[in-house]
């Protein structure tokens, strides 16, 4: 006799969990239609901040690497080495002449991925993109 009645139980949920199931349903649409709902986590996860002069640590001042990014491309010694690079929001590649260099983002550096010499990070200091001459 218990079992039948546990049975009974669980056959009277079913309708009462559709129900509920289709009302949050509802009610999630309703909210996401009139805008009260934050339609960002739809949309995807705009891409970490990439631009700046990116600056070698962890060794001698005189012989760190450092390389600036742009949205007009990667420069090196102040000249522009290429116009273009790839960035993924965790990856970052470039090539300059026959060298690709590839670096990893993690905890707001980069970390040298290749060339491999050795292990490096890179952290930077940002640039004021905005044009202070008024064109």
């Not at 960035?87 to 970052?92: A, E, K, P, Q, R």
């Amino acid at each position: 006799m218990a079992k039948r009645k546990n049975h009974l139980l669980t056959a009277l949920n079913y309708p009462s969990l559709i129900i509920a199931g289709m009302m949050t349903v509802i009610a999630g649409l309703g909210l996401w239609f009139s805008g009260k709902l934050e339609q960002p986590l739809l949309q995807p996860k705009p891409l970490p901040d990439i631009y700046g002069v990116w600056i070698e640590q962890e060794v001698a001042p005189y012989v760190a690497d450092s390389f600036e990014l742009r949205p007009a491309g990667v420069f090196v010694g102040g000249r522009q080495v290429n116009t273009k690079f790839k960035w993924d929001g965790s990856v970052l590649e470039y090539r300059v002449g026959d060298d690709t260099y590839s670096y990893y983002f993690h905890a707001d550096r980069l970390v040298r991925q290749q060339p491999a010499h050795y292990i490096s990070s890179f952290t930077r200091q940002k640039l004021d993109l905005r044009s202070k001459s008024g064109f």
